[in-house]
């Protein structure tokens, strides 16, 4: 099927409309746990010592590192995206970093008859999903009125993760700086 959507503009739906296989964010997620599995291979590095961190979409990727990479040590998502995409279009946010949700739905299925599948195929690069093969101790920091990557989004991903793990919250911020939070992490990383 030929897509009406320029295929540099969006990447959640990028293969959507083929399989699950297809999903461009399922080879990215693969690509760092190779990553980390490389880097945890050179000599000069202590394998027992590797952690990952990131915020917004790096967020994202850390969750899917640790959760491909049973033997990283710590992992630190702040405000993870990509995570519960379903929740996100029933509390109308497929606004911004998630509009093209509706871009999909308007040129793939603008009556939703096949809803179901796309929810279906999203769930293969949805965290929530894969949080629970998390190993890693985890350190997540939270915006409680962050709007990009809201928290309602976010804590399926946390509550599913069985490893040692810790929320940081901030009540009053969004997708945004977060005062002391670098430091947090710091420490938090600080005895790998």
């Known amino acids: 099927m030929a897509s009406p959507i320029a295929p540099r503009s969006f990447h959640i739906i990028r293969g959507l409309a083929d399989s699950p296989e ?8 693969l690509d760092t746990a190779l990553l980390a599995r490389i880097v945890m291979g050179f000599d ?14 790096g967020g994202g990727l850390t969750l899917a590192c640790a959760s491909l990479t049973p033997s990283l040590k710590k992992a630190a998502p702040t405000f993870p995206f990509l995570c519960d995409f379903k929740r996100v279009w029933e509390m109308d946010l ?6 093209e949700l509706a871009t999909f739905f308007r040129n ?13 195929r ?4 949805d965290n929530q ?3 629970a093969r998390i190993r890693a101790e985890v350190l997540m920091p939270v915006a409680l009125m962050d709007t990009i990557s809201p928290p309602r989004t976010q804590f399926p991903a946390y509550n599913k993760i069985t490893s040692k793990k810790n929320l940081v919250l901030y009540p009053d911020f969004g997708h945004e700086g977060l005062p002391g939070c670098n430091d947090i992490v710091f420490d938090f990383m600080s005895d790998l």
């Open 94 to 99: 497929a606004k911004g970093a998630y509009e």
């Open 108 to 120: 793939f299925d603008p009556r939703h008859e096949q809803e179901d599948l796309w929810w279906e």
């Open 129 to 131: 999903h894969l949080a």
């Open 22 to 29: 297809k999903l461009y964010y399922r080879n990215v997620y």
């Open 44 to 57: 000069e590095v202590d394998a027992s010592r590797v952690g990952a961190l990131g915020g917004s979409q």
């Open 122 to 125: 999203l769930g293969y690069i």
